[in-house]
């Protein structure tokens, strides 16, 4: 029995959490275990009423929203149902990169915490949302990972983001330490991909026995496959939550492997967190209905229609809880799949998603030969959103590095500093040339490429 687990989640973090900073993440993911069993008909009035609220809000209080709907002719009152929902304009990330202050808010609330994407695109978008918001999304993320066995207090291990150049300030540092002390994470880069590395978070494993390992999903494919190739396994099986990129067959394959069969993909972003999460049954992904609509569009000769079940399409996202910056019907970039109707075999009505085109990048490599995941100039630019409009990572053969960037008027010498600081932190003295330019040209087929490695 796991005395420290069971003391934390029943005694130590709902004092902290619901008593003392009365925060109410806690009863929101109670509620949220229970509607989870709703069949898709209760389901859908709960989303449809909370969508019918945030359409409201944006109409009177947000500019840009307000000033969209006009030109379509369209008013709230307007829509009588859910197959309305179309009939409303779809946001994509240019329209919602330019002038964002008529994103927020005329009244309360307002954002009070403030982020940047880079997407999958590389385009960065600056965006807000309010505390209710931020509790909702927490919420999600316990309700999603639950599914694979995870729970609060227990040990886990994240292999996951980047380092955080420039370093923050040492209070910072300690509050963050002590934070996952409490909650027994260890964390772990997982841009950092050498061998030493690899090694490195092996003996994590070994050392903190996880009960749960989180990681990127290509990260956790280049672990396990580092593992398998050498033998390293010396542990009983320990379920894997993937997330941030694209979860592949033969990352899967190999995270079998090496940790056992409980290998769970999850989907989310920067702008909403959580969307959609894997259950036991392992049949498609669960979207996290209570907090987002979720849309699967295809457009053919200029008629945008809903996807059919197994139809590829691109996804539009509505977050049901953000009223401070509200994102309606915006489109991300991504590409995703329905599965068809019906409950899943874990007995939930929560519509699922086959699959999920997300984020993509290629291995970069640096002056040693050592892999850097491509992701590590995504988490970069996430922080500088406000100064570039769109990047694109070109590795030579040589190694050398050319980073375009497409800049806003904020960008400066000190953009230029923090990227090169970035940069050598990572990549050491490999040469870096950072071109501004006017524009980035598309593949062949039509698609913005961030990261681009020289075969």
């Known amino acids: 029995m796991d005395l420290y687990g069971s003391i934390f989640r029943r005694v130590l973090n709902p004092l902290w959490e619901t008593h003392l900073r009365k925060r109410p993440t806690l009863g929101r993911l109670a509620e949220l275990e229970r509607t989870e069993w709703l069949s898709i008909d209760e389901l859908r009035a709960i989303q449809w009423g909370s969508f019918v609220s945030i359409l409201d809000h944006s109409y009177r209080h947000v500019p840009f929203y307000r000033a969209r709907m006009k030109l379509a002719g369209i008013a709230p009152g307007d829509l009588k149902s859910p197959d309305d929902v179309m009939r409303i304009p779809i946001v994509r990330r240019a329209e919602a990169s330019e002038n964002p202050d008529t994103r927020v808010s005329e009244v309360g609330p307002k954002p009070v915490i403030r982020k940047g994407t880079s997407g999958s695109t590389g385009k960065p978008l600056t965006f807000g949302y309010e505390w209710d918001s931020e509790f909702w999304r927490q919420a999600v993320r316990l309700r999603g990972y639950g599914w694979a066995g995870y729970q609060p207090g227990s040990r886990s291990l994240h292999f ?32 950092l991909r050498g061998d030493a590395d690899l090694m490195r978070v092996v003996d994590a494993i070994i050392k903190h026995r996880p009960e749960n390992i989180i990681c990127y999903s ?46 769970f993909e999850t989907y989310g972003s920067r702008e909403v967190m959580l969307m959609a999460s894997e259950c036991g049954a392992h049949d498609g992904l669960h979207v996290q209905m209570e907090n987002i609509l979720l849309e699967v569009i295809v457009e053919e000769n200029g008629v945008v229609r809903s996807a059919s079940p197994g139809e590829s399409g691109e996804l539009v ?17 991504d590409v995703g799949t329905w599965k068809s109707d019906g409950r899943c075999g874990c007995g939930r009505a929560l519509v699922r998603l086959a699959s999920v085109e997300g984020r993509v990048t290629e291995t970069l490599r640096d002056a040693d030969g050592r892999a850097i995941g491509g992701l590590v100039y995504n988490a970069m630019f996430a922080s500088l959103a406000d100064t570039v409009r769109e990047f694109q990572i070109v590795q030579a053969r040589d190694r050398s590095i050319t980073l375009r960037v497409i800049p806003t008027a904020r960008f400066s010498k000190s953009t230029e500093t923090s990227i090169r600081k970035t940069h050598e932190a990572h990549f050491g003295k490999l040469p870096l040339r950072i071109e501004k330019v006017l524009e980035i040209p598309l593949t062949s087929a039509g698609k913005r490429q961030p990261v681009i490695v020289e075969k």
């Open 317 to 333: 996202i509505t977050d049901l809880h953000n009223y401070a910056m509200p994102f309606i019907r915006y489109v991300n970039g």
């Open 218 to 263: 290509q990260a956790g494919g280049d672990l396990a496959r580092f593992i398998n190739a050498r033998g390293l396994r010396k542990w009983h099986d320990i379920p894997v939550i993937c997330g941030a990129e694209k979860l592949y067959s033969h990352d899967r394959a190999a995270m079998i492997e090496a940790f056992g069969r409980g290998i």
């Open 160 to 191: 996951w983001g980047a380092p955080v150049h420039p370093r923050p300030p040492l209070r910072t540092r300690l509050k963050i330490d002590v934070d996952h002390r409490v909650r027994r994470e260890v964390v772990l880069p997982s841009t």
